[in-house]
């Protein structure tokens, strides 16, 4: 019976059968990802104008909406920024690290929804 089990589980791996592990790009809601942790600085459509930024506010977050700054950065540069904020690359200490908070995969997702808001694909690297 044992084998039986153990035949059916590998078939099971094999075939994608299994249920994606939590986490997984097809399964995040990007958009929801984005509203939540960036849309308080970088507003709900990305252009720096979130609820948050004052005339008081120290820094003008990055407007994902302008290409031509957007295409200077690479998805690495992107990715560092998100998981270790913004002093890690010499960028505003307000920007928070949200390597601890969010996934790797959400990470990704994030910089691709970045991609799809300045329509640019960003610099090689």
Known sequence: MMAKYTI??????ILGLAAPAAGQAQDIDVEKVF???CAQCHGVG???DGPNVTENFPVSPRN?????????????????V?????????KSPM???WGKTLSEAEVDAL?????VLCNCKGKEG
């Open 82 to 90: 998100v998981m270790d904020g913004g002093p890690a690359m010499s």
């Open 46 to 48: 990305g252009k720096g």
């Open 8 to 13: 059916f589980a590998a078939l099971v791996v």
């Open 35 to 37: 509203k939540f942790y």
């Open 111 to 115: 910089i691709g929804y970045l991609r």
């Open 64 to 80: 994902f909406t302008n290409p031509e700054e957007m295409n200077k950065l690479t998805n690495a540069d992107i990715k560092n």
């Open 95 to 97: 920007m928070p690290p």
